[in-house]
């Protein structure tokens, strides 16, 4: 199956004006959580214009009495912002959360009732979904669910067909429908993703240049090549080698050196495969997911990778033992030592670009490259953190959740998604319109994978993280080990879906 961009159809130039008001931002991030204080800020009449006159297609004049419409979510600050604000305060995010909710509830009549779980542990909000669903208890009507968890709890048939809700439309551009396209098995779809899920922006992986230095190196037009579609892995690995400094001289790179690039080796580098376009699964003539990693595209990405990870010091990556060693996070380190200087070119979820206000030299946000000029766009995926949505089978009145989620979703697509565009292209962005472009090819390409969803305890989705961990090359061998278990693994999964309508 062929991926597709998500409708983000934003005009740049009217969208660079909206983002030149915006104020200046600040923020402290973590792994798991930030809380942005950027000042909220009037978008452009032409901006609110174009969205504004895409509309939910639902009933007119519906009136639900006054219904609490309950979602459930994690207690975090990062998973409250998308879904509660208590009055407007002048943050931009929290201030478009309020006018969506409000608009929202005055339209309706209804009441919007956040249900936050602890994640100590991480797996308690899923348990206690999973619980009350079992136990037939009318707990939420919507979850907000980690990725992977969510997969485990719809093989256990435990959500509604999203295609059985009939006002959400799927074509609309304030759903993901690569994301629903790839997940649907056998004409089902228990899990999606739309604009409510303002962190699917936030944890979307993309990279930063440092413009000073690439001016230094003589490296030209990066966004132009982008552009032109000619911003391939090859073309990334050529530029890595001349940023390489022993800054200190000793004879060592360590962290007091500069890279070409810098990463870390969890997350970071399986989103590779995702920007390459090396699918774990693919959708066969049945319409189901059939294992689909042993390629040579894959042996190929495996050597490229390698190379840009371990050859000559032009790359630093970032381990687990190097942020023990400092008791911070890998996005932390990661950010730190571009901040610095010491690298030409990071990856980064979308949100820690927070952390690089304070740096002193001009940098611009670019897409993972592609694997080469025919590939027929930039991909990149959500970290599986984010949430997918559901829809509990203890819901019984499927028309009603379907025009709420339908219109929380649209009305996000409004409100809080130039909100969140104003938070990344706010600062140094403002003044750089090309960075507008960037962020529409970033966003426009988010994807996920049925491997990747459903992940079990086969881990194919990590072979290249686990490979380049083992400075290893042999993805025969891995995969010959692996394949046999993975098969059996995904068939039962798919057999539970046929089995569950």
């Known amino acids: 199956m062929k991926l597709r961009f998500s409708h983000v159809t934003r005009t740049a130039a009217l969208l660079l004006a909206m983002v030149q008001l915006a104020a200046a931002s600040s923020c402290a991030s973590q792994e798991e959580s930030h809380e942005t204080t950027t000042q909220a800020a009037p978008v452009s009449s032409a901006e609110t214009d174009e969205r504004e006159a895409i509309r939910e297609e639902v009933p007119e004049n519906v009136d639900y009495d006054g219904y609490v419409f309950r979602i459930q979510s994690r207690d975090a600050d990062h998973h409250r912002k998308e879904l509660s604000a208590d009055t407007e305060n002048g943050e931009t995010i929290n201030d478009a959360v309020y006018r969506r909710n409000i608009n929202v509830e005055e339209r309706l009549n209804i009441k919007i009732e956040p249900v936050y779980e602890s994640e100590e542990p991480e797996s308690n909000p899923p348990a206690l979904l999973r619980q009350s669903i079992m136990a037939g208890d009318d707990y939420v009507d ?107 001289g000793d004879g060592q790179f360590d962290d007091n050196d500069r890279y070409g690039f810098v990463t870390h080796d969890n997350s970071a580098i399986v989103n590779w495969m995702f920007a390459l376009n090396q699918k774990v699964t693919s959708t066969n003539s049945d319409g189901l997911p059939e294992l689909s990693l042993n390629t040579e595209r894959m042996v190929s990405i495996v050597e490229k990778v390698d190379q840009i990870l371990h050859s000559d010091n032009q790359t630093y990556v970032v381990t687990d033992s190097y942020t023990a060693g400092l008791g911070i996070s890998h996005d932390d380190a990661v950010a730190n030592l571009f901040s610095e200087g010491k690298a030409l070119i990071a990856a980064l979820r979308i949100y820690v670009i927070d952390q690089l206000r304070a740096m002193e030299e001009d940098f611009g946000i670019i897409p993972f490259p592609k694997y080469d000029e025919a590939q027929d766009g930039y991909y990149t995926h959500v970290d599986g953190h984010a949430p997918l949505m559901c829809v509990p089978v203890t819901v019984s009145d499927l028309e009603r959740t379907g025009v709420i989620v339908e219109c929380l979703n649209a009305e996000s697509y409004r409100t809080c998604v130039p909100a969140m565009y104003d938070i990344v292209l706010s600062g140094k962005y403002s003044r750089d319109e090309m960075s507008v472009q960037m962020l529409d090819l970033i966003l426009g390409g988010r994807t996920q994978n049925f491997g990747y969803v459903y992940e079990g305890p086969t881990g194919m989705q990590w072979s290249l993280t686990n490979l380049m961990k083992q400075n290893s090359t042999d993805f025969a061998s891995y995969y010959q080990a692996r394949e046999a ?10 057999e539970a879906h046929i089995g569950l309508e």
């Open 142 to 248: 919507l979850a907000l669910v980690h990725t992977i968890e969510a997969g485990r709890l719809a093989a256990d048939g435990l959500f509604h067909n999203w295609y059985s809700l009939e006002y959400v439309d799927f074509d609309k551009p304030w759903w993901n429908k690569s994301v629903a396209d790839e997940l649907t098995i056998d004409g089902q779809l228990y899990l999606a993703v739309g604009d409510l899920c303002i962190s699917a922006i936030d944890y979307a992986w993309a990279m930063v240049y440092n413009m000073r230095l690439a001016e230094d190196f003589g490296i030209d037009g990066i966004y132009e090549t982008v552009i032109d579609g000619k911003w391939t892995v090859d073309y990334f690995n050529s530029l890595l080698k001349t940023a390489s400094e022993d800054l200190n």
């Open 485 to 494: 278990a993975a098969i059996e693994y995904y068939n039962s999964i798919i």
